[in-house]
């Protein structure tokens, strides 16, 4: 009888705890490679830095700097609100070729950045139009917020959307009516008509309003790096 090689024995013992072990190895660390892997990173929905992180690449700084300081000056508002201010505000200003950071000063002084601010005088929205003004405003633009101009109502002003709208036509109307930043500032707050029968009249009017705007603006300026 042919007698067995005594080291066939070893070899194969050694060959399957090798295998053994890589087995083992692989138990081990084929669940972490793949939660690697296919992992998606979870972000909080209202953490405004982990948002602006995540869709920095997709969205220019200055839209994401604008949706910085709508979170800071309210921080109850939902993310998606949040931009859809954002959006509006930085396409109605380029379209109007106005600083997005004057517009966000106006709204801070005007309403808080509340959506739904009413003032006594009746003054409705995020950018406090008058009810009236919003009428002629919507009529001038003849299409705004997907509804027709002759189907206007008071509540309309209620959409920070359609309100940034007007408020940055306007805005930039009497910009280009008064050639004057703060002429234009006291127009929104006082009304065009009123500033311009104190000028042609030499009736004093107070500058509190615009020195308030314009604070903020500087303020708003400053910062360079998303405020949050």
């Not at 660390?29 to 793949?34: E, G, H, Q, T």
């Not at 839209?63 to 000056?73: E, G, H, M, P, Q």
């Not at 808080?112 to 003032?119: E, V």
Request: hydrophobic share 45%; with cysteine; aromatic share 10%.
């Amino acid at each position: 009888m042919e007698k067995r090689h005594k080291k066939t024995l070893p070899l194969t013992l050694n060959f399957g705890s090798a295998c053994a072990k890589i087995g083992f190895i692989a138990i081990l660390f084929i669940p972490l490679i793949l939660t690697v892997r296919y992992a998606v990173p979870r972000v909080v929905e209202h953490d405004p830095f982990q948002v602006a992180k995540r869709i920095e690449k997709k969205w220019p700084n200055e839209l994401t700097r604008i949706y910085s300081i709508v979170k800071l000056n309210r921080p109850g508002i939902a993310d998606k609100e949040a931009w859809n201010v954002s959006t509006a505000i930085f396409d109605e200003c380029a379209m109007r070729n106005l600083d997005p950071m004057l517009v966000l000063a106006v709204i801070k002084v005007e309403s808080g950045f509340r959506n739904h601010a009413l003032s006594p005088m009746g003054a409705r929205g995020i950018m406090q139009i008058m009810p009236e003004t919003g009428k002629f405003l919507s009529e001038e633009l003849l299409r705004v917020g997907g509804f027709e101009a002759r189907t206007f109502t008071p509540d309309h002003l209620d959409d920070p959307v359609l309100n940034i709208k007007l408020g940055v036509y306007y805005l930039d109307g009497l910009k280009r009516q008064f050639r004057n930043l703060q002429l234009a500032l006291l127009a929104y707050n006082f009304g065009p008509g009123e500033i311009q029968n104190r000028l042609d009249n030499n009736i004093h009017f107070s500058k509190e309003y615009a020195a308030a705007v314009l604070n903020a603006y500087r303020e708003f300026k400053k910062a360079r790096a998303p405020l949050f």
